[in-house]
């Protein structure tokens, strides 16, 4: 038994859904079928989750919603009327939707919530629709119903473990599922979704619940690249990775599958694919345990902006115990988490998103470290991109790290900082972001391009 997902890319419009019908039909295995809320048609749309999230906030804010109302409908609308089915269903979609956005606003980030994972929702049941329509014997099944619980974090769900006993009855069901991603229940039943792009989360629950064979993820390109296409032009296929490998580069940027999404497909030891829904016959992308390595060091980089440097010095700060700990119990108070904290005899750096810190926090912590740890200088640095080399072959190799700050430096990048050794398979580069694409290229050349040693 197989657990397919299609994103948003795949199921933007009625053309997109007869691929997806015609993918799943054509291999009797692929039995649930896992779908997020309609994406993007052209680079310059709006994916429907965003139009609701806008909608959702402009209710919060006591703003009039019709047309962003309208506009969500119409994408349902056009897809139902391009596939030819009953619109009696986009009536269901539109009078759900409404109920929802007058239901209970007391606490905003559920009210949220419920908007957004309505996306997912409303699509499963137009898809098992259109399923039925072409004669097949289809179910729109609800995360509620098949007991995908969750936990009580809004916007950022994880998986309860009881979840996944429930989720093998799904095996006993006939005909194909079509679930929606992207949201569970918490143990009150209400609605909770999982992190941005969290549909891939789901399908790997799934897969893991049911013990699928295979999981697929089909997308809107042909493979994983060993690094961003938007950044590099027609980089290099990955036939094969790892979920090490796979889990440090969606961290670190590779937005094509969720970093969150390999932990239950990797506990159940189920294979996951990434295929392309406009080209299905590509044999894509496999993650998996072990991998044969013949490809050199380096397997991807990924590169991701918007990180800040907290930067300490202290004259003896080798010597003086808990300073570590208190240093981050200073960020501990303040909700912040970070990312990386490399260190020399006399000074530590933090690194940390910065879009969790405005100025006035930044003051307070400054002002804190300083009074509260007396340390000598605090420096914090904006607009970092953290670019991560990713490989299980750098283990073996001598001479990577030499290899990729060679690159840098002959490219002209400036390297803020350097982390390599917690983590076996990768080792990061701290560059400005001015600097990131110029410093991800000559990386992919060095390792891609030019002949591997
Ligand atoms: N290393 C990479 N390999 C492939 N795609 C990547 C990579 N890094 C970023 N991407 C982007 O991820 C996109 C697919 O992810 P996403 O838009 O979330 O798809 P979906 O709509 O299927 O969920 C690709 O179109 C590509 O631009
Ligand atoms: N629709 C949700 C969840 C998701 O996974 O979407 P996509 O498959 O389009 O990345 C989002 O945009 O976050």
Do not use: W
């Not at 933007?12 to 019908?21: D, R, T, W």
């Not at 295995?29 to 999230?53: N, W």
């Not at 957004?116 to 119903?145: C, M, T």
């Not at 496999?286 to 050199?296: L, P, Q």
């Amino acid at each position: 038994m197989k657990v397919v997902k299609f994103g948003g890319s795949s199921l933007a419009s009625g053309e997109q859904l007869k691929k997806v019908f015609q993918i799943v039909v054509s291999d009797p295995e692929r039995k649930i079928v896992v779908v997020s809320a309609p994406g993007k048609r052209f680079s310059d749309d709006i994916k429907v989750t965003d139009l609701l999230i806008d909608c959702a906030e402009k209710v919060l804010a006591g703003e009039e919603i019709e047309s962003e109302f309208a506009t969500i409908i119409e994408r349902y609308a056009s897809i139902a009327k391009e596939l030819e089915i009953s619109l009696d269903i986009i009536d269901t979609i539109s009078h759900d939707l409404k109920a929802l956005l007058n239901g209970n606003k007391e606490k905003p980030d559920r009210f949220l919530d419920a908007i957004k994972a309505s996306g997912e929702d409303n699509n499963a049941k137009l898809i098992a629709a259109y399923f039925q329509h072409r004669g097949v014997l289809a179910q729109y099944v609800s995360p509620k119903e098949a007991g995908l619980i969750v936990s009580d974090e809004p916007g950022n769900a994880q998986v309860l473990p009881e979840s996944y006993d429930n989720l093998y009855k799904l095996r006993d069901r006939e005909g194909i599922i079509v679930f929606p991603g992207f949201f569970g229940h918490n143990k009150n039943g209400d609605v909770l979704t999982f992190s941005r792009s969290g549909s891939d989360i789901t399908g790997s629950i799934l897969a893991n619940g049911v013990k699928a064979d295979l999981y697929e993820n089909f997308t809107d390109v042909d493979a994983v690249y060993s690094v961003n296409p938007t950044i590099v032009q027609n980089p290099k296929e990955i036939s094969e990775l790892t979920y090490r490998e796979m889990r440090e580069l969606s961290y670190a940027g590779f937005s094509v599958f969720h970093d969150e999404a390999l932990i239950p497909a990797f506990r159940a030891g189920i294979p996951v694919n990434v295929k392309n829904t406009n080209n299905p016959t590509a044999p894509g992308t496999r993650i998996v345990n072990e991998r044969a390595n013949t490809n050199g060091p380096v397997i991807g980089i990924a590169s991701d902006k918007g990180f800040c440097s907290i930067y300490i010095s202290k004259y003896l700060m080798n010597r003086e115990i808990g300073f570590g700990r208190r240093l981050l119990q200073i960020l501990e108070d303040f909700g912040l988490t970070y990312e990386h904290v490399p260190s020399g005899i006399d000074d530590v750096t933090v690194i940390l998103r910065q879009n969790q810190m405005d100025k006035e926090i930044e003051a307070a912590i400054t002002k804190r470290i300083i009074t509260e740890l007396h340390a000598d200088k605090v420096i914090i640095e904006h607009n970092l991109v953290l670019i991560m080399v990713v490989g299980e072959g750098m283990r073996h190799n001598v001479g990577t790290t030499a290899r990729a700050a060679k690159a840098l430096a002959n490219a002209g990048v400036n390297i803020e900082m350097i982390n390599q050794g917690s983590s076996e398979v990768s080792m990061m580069f701290g560059v400005k972001e001015a600097q990131e694409k110029r410093a991800v290229q000559a990386l992919y050349n060095e390792f891609f391009v030019a002949v591997p040693v």
